[in-house]
């Protein structure tokens, strides 16, 4: 998976309020400055909205004719009156957005807008089930991501390690804004399912059970040290008050929200998916508008899903019967990879895939390993956004100590090249409007990662060539199956016993449906991020190879994909669909 650096300010979408009078009856030349002048804005005031995005966008802000506002996580306000607010801010941007004359704008002008129209108007779907959305989920909830984003805080000079501080004493009044809404949720019957918030505990207490040996003890002893023109006696000084900072805020922060969530636990009324709350298949389908980015209604995506599977089963078969004796040593093989060095397969996927996709800049990145207290809380790989005006750094961390972590021979090209590292550096090195390249679009980039993983079996030197077909089908049918349950049980309504016979009718451990069902209630719609995600991909594809036979390039289909940048799915196939057209 890809982490975005963005703390969940305001509510999720692009809350803002632009000013700059749209030119009547102006020239094209003017009416395209004037939209300039309004994504500039745009990108200011959302940039600026707390720190965290602030840092973790831009390196120098200054630089960028931004001023850093006082140090905050953003403000975070679930009352009636907030909500209320939010979305009259985001009607009145959109407004103002339409007010633009579309036909006098360059045609990159017009990509940026599609982006950011479709944008807010997704978004205000969100006002309409606002206590459907949920802070704490299992991955990407804020007990999960905030650790790793602060412990990945870059201390550029002395005065990032003062801002940096001050996040941390600010952490108990971020973190109770989001208990004050699990209250709220809890009053009106849509607190998490009991296993969900058991998990939420597990995951806290994990976190903090040894404190002087917190994350963000250790990582920050590291970072300061490093920071140009502190002396030695200044670096152990932070040291100690970063210490003493943990001890004092992070720690009885988390505690909190253990004794809140063993308090709320049990006051939800809803133990199953989404859909058996009021409003919830509506809310599920503004998640696959909003986090996934397609237009696909969810009986389309089931379409699409079971397609998909049947194709790779009939693959499978076809394989079966051709090569049994290939089929029978791969299942019974252990470990077909063996010992991978992170760095190695990164290099050897830029050297091998060369000739299919566009060159980019040289990568600077470093592979390291999951914090132990996190081990159990966090996704098996991630890769962390760089800021825009520092791409050339990059760093990717790899969970040693989850049992989910699969082939990492797939992980590494999923997250590396020609996977997310590949696809933000090549972006970011077009210099793209700033608004684009803080805006985050999880299906595009997740999409696109699976994309190029489902690639990489056919570079790794397997003992028999018919593992890397092995090795791909099984990957593309346990993530279909994945998504396919996911959906079931949070638009369809699938109970425990329907979800135990869809898995055994189809060949798989019943007995995992438990487990499954637990984690996409937490997480709705996060495996479409990746499974709908990349077969939008292959959607697009095999539109560009049929409408262009024998003219299909595809490293030149790659650099059209990617020059687009994360954007939705439909605004993606107009670019295609250009492209194709000549």
């Not at 009547?24 to 994504?39: H, M, V």
């Not at 918030?197 to 970072?223: H, K, M």
């Not at 994945?482 to 055994?504: D, F, K, P, V």
Request: proline share 4%; hydrophobic share 35%.
């Amino acid at each position: 998976m890809k982490i975005k650096q963005k703390c969940t300010a305001v509510l999720l979408g692009l809350c803002l309020v632009l000013s700059g009078a749209l030119l009547s009856g102006c020239s094209p030349e003017k009416e395209q400055q004037a939209f300039d002048a309004f994504l500039q804005e745009m990108f200011a005031d959302e940039v600026t909205s707390d720190t965290i995005t602030l840092h973790y966008t831009l390196a120098d802000p200054e630089k960028q004719g931004i001023t850093p506002p006082e140090v905050t996580y953003g403000e975070v306000d679930f009352s009636e009156e907030g909500l209320a607010e939010a979305k009259k801010e985001l009607e009145d941007s959109l407004k103002e957005l339409e007010g633009f004359r579309y036909r006098q704008l360059t045609d990159e002008q017009k990509l940026n807008y599609d982006v950011v129209h479709e944008l807010m108007q997704t978004e205000l779907a969100f006002y309409d089930h606002p206590f459907l959305y949920e802070p704490f989920a299992y991955t990407s909830g804020v007990q999960a991501n905030l650790p790793i984003t602060l412990s990945e805080y870059k201390l550029y000079n002395q005065q990032d390690v003062e801002d940096y501080l001050q996040l941390i004493e600010q952490m108990p009044a971020y973190f109770q804004s989001y208990l004050d809404f699990e209250r709220v949720k809890s009053e009106k019957g849509l607190f998490m399912a009991k296993g969900c918030a058991e998990e939420v505990i597990r995951q806290c207490s994990d976190f903090i059970a040894t404190p002087e040996e917190n994350l963000l003890i250790e990582t920050f002893n590291d970072r300061v040290a490093q920071v140009p023109g502190l002396s030695q006696q200044q670096i152990e000084a932070y040291q100690k008050m970063n210490y003493d900072a943990v001890l004092s805020y992070v720690i009885p922060t988390y505690e909190e929200v253990i004794r809140v969530f063993k308090e709320l636990q049990g006051t939800g009324k809803n133990e199953l998916g989404l859909s058996h709350l009021e409003g919830g298949k509506e809310y599920y389908e503004y998640l696959l508008k909003s986090n996934v980015g397609t237009s696909k209604t969810p009986e389309e995506v089931i379409a699409l899903l079971e397609s998909a599977m049947e194709e790779r089963l009939g693959e499978l078969y076809a394989f079966f019967m051709e090569h049994q004796d290939v089929y029978y040593a791969y299942i019974e093989k252990e470990d077909i990879y063996g010992d991978l060095d992170p760095k190695e397969a990164i290099q050897h996927f830029q050297e091998v895939f060369s000739d299919r996709f566009p060159e980019i800049p040289p990568i600077e990145f470093k592979v390291s390993p999951v914090h132990k207290s996190l081990e159990a809380s966090v996704s098996p790989a991630f890769y962390m956004t760089p800021a825009m005006d520092d791409y050339h750094n990059n760093s990717i961390y790899i969970n040693g100590g989850t049992e989910s972590m699969g082939s990492l021979w797939a992980t590494f090209a999923h997250e590396g090249i020609p996977g997310h590292m590949y696809q933000f550096v090549y972006f970011l090195s077009q210099e793209p409007e700033p608004i684009r390249a803080l805006l985050s679009f999880s299906g595009y980039q997740e999409g696109w990662a699976t994309y190029v993983e489902m690639m990489s079996y056919d570079y790794y030197d397997f003992e028999d060539p018919g593992f890397a077909t092995l090795e791909r089908i099984n990957g593309e049918l346990n993530l279909l199956v994945s998504a396919r349950l996911e959906i079931g049980i949070n638009y369809e309504g699938w109970t425990l016993e329907e979800t135990q016979t869809y898995l055994s009718d189809n060949g798989y451990d019943a007995s995992a449906a438990e487990g499954v069902m637990e984690y996409v209630i937490a997480e709705p719609a996060n495996y479409q991020m990746y499974c709908t995600g990349w077969l939008e991909f292959e959607e697009l594809r095999g539109y560009a190879e049929t409408a262009l036979q024998e003219r299909f390039d595809e490293s030149e289909f790659h650099k059209i994909i990617l020059e687009a940048g994360p954007c939705q799915f439909d605004v993606l196939k107009s670019v295609v669909e250009n492209y194709v057209k000549g």
